[in-house]
């Protein structure tokens, strides 16, 4: 193809974005049925599919952090939360939100109803890092915690800005405890057990 200077013209590719209003459109439409997606940022991103180490973990520590936060939190394993000011509608592994029972029959929790959110990163610790981290601390998700499987380590972020998060600590051992729930200790060993 030549422009009409007569040099060659590149020919760039984009992704389409996606709104969340189109990617509800095309779950009520049955598009997606069967397809393990998310949206992410404005794109419809494959998610890893879940071996065995990765859902032993999401089950134990979500047992676990149901004993600790019982009456005052709930606890969601791989259910949608929805970001409208990015676009996105992810599956965090585990998203601590307000108890807001009935409330969640006619919306997905927004930003104002989490506490905090863990991803288990066994082959996606890229992506848990870098566009879900963004997705999040742009939504003003307080803290996001990540479980390296591979390394077996906690990743801490907190303190969203400018969508990143100023904050970032890794933790072995020890306790922790939420920004939400600073009276709840979290025994580190049983994130990672």
Known sequence: MT???GGSQ???LT???WTLEQYH???AAGILDGCPVELLNGEIIEMSPEGEPHAYSVSTVSDYLKTLLVN???VREGHPITLPTTQSEPEPDIAVVQPLKQAYRNHHPYPENIFWLIEFANTSLKKDLDPKANAYAAAGIPEYWIVNLQS???IVLRYPSQG???SQATLTSGTITSLAF???AIAVSQLLN
């Open 152 to 154: 077996m380590e906690l």
């Open 15 to 17: 992704a389409a974005k």
């Open 3 to 5: 422009s009409r200077h």
């Open 10 to 12: 590149s020919q760039f």
């Open 164 to 166: 990143a998060y100023q």
């Open 72 to 74: 005052r939190a709930q």
């Open 25 to 27: 459109q095309m779950i």
């Open 182 to 184: 600073p009276d709840v």
